[in-house]
Nanobody, 119 residues
Framework: QVQLVESGGGLVQAGGSLRLSCAAS????????MAWYRQAPGRNRELVAA???????NYANSVKGRFTIFRDNAKNTMYLQMNSLKPEDTAVYYC?????????????WGQGTQVTVSS
């Protein structure tokens, strides 16, 4: 079994910062791409940022210049540093990872962490 656990969400004022973490555990040989998604009430889940196994990154236009995704492969952990937060960043943030196991690979999701930005 593989588990992704997010942490670091919370309530922050506009202009503030938060750092999200996503730790993977279980039967893992390696982790390919990792990503953060978010879903606001009444909206579809959207990609926020993604990072490959060799640290190539891409970001949604709405967060470029404000958010930074990075990972620590030794700890099987991914992070999202969010600066200059805006009320429209309010959403449940989910981590996603493509896990490589000895016998297969699978796409795993975390349970989500709430980020609320007040104006």
């Amino acid at each position: 079994q593989v588990q992704l656990v997010e942490s670091g969400g919370g309530l922050v004022q506009a202009g503030g910062s938060l750092r999200l973490s996503c730790a993977a555990s279980g039967s893992i040989s390696s982790i390919n791409q990792m990503a953060w998604y978010r879903q606001a009430p009444g909206r579809n889940r959207e990609l926020v940022a993604a990072i490959s196994s060799n640290n190539n990154t891409n970001y949604a236009n709405s967060v470029k210049g404000r958010f930074t995704i990075f990972r620590d492969n030794a700890k099987n952990t991914m992070y999202l540093q969010m600066n200059s937060l805006k009320p429209e960043d309010t959403a449940v943030y989910y981590c996603n990872a493509v896990i490589i196991r000895t016998w297969d690979h699978l796409t795993s999701w975390g349970q989500g962490t709430q980020v609320t930005v007040s104006s």
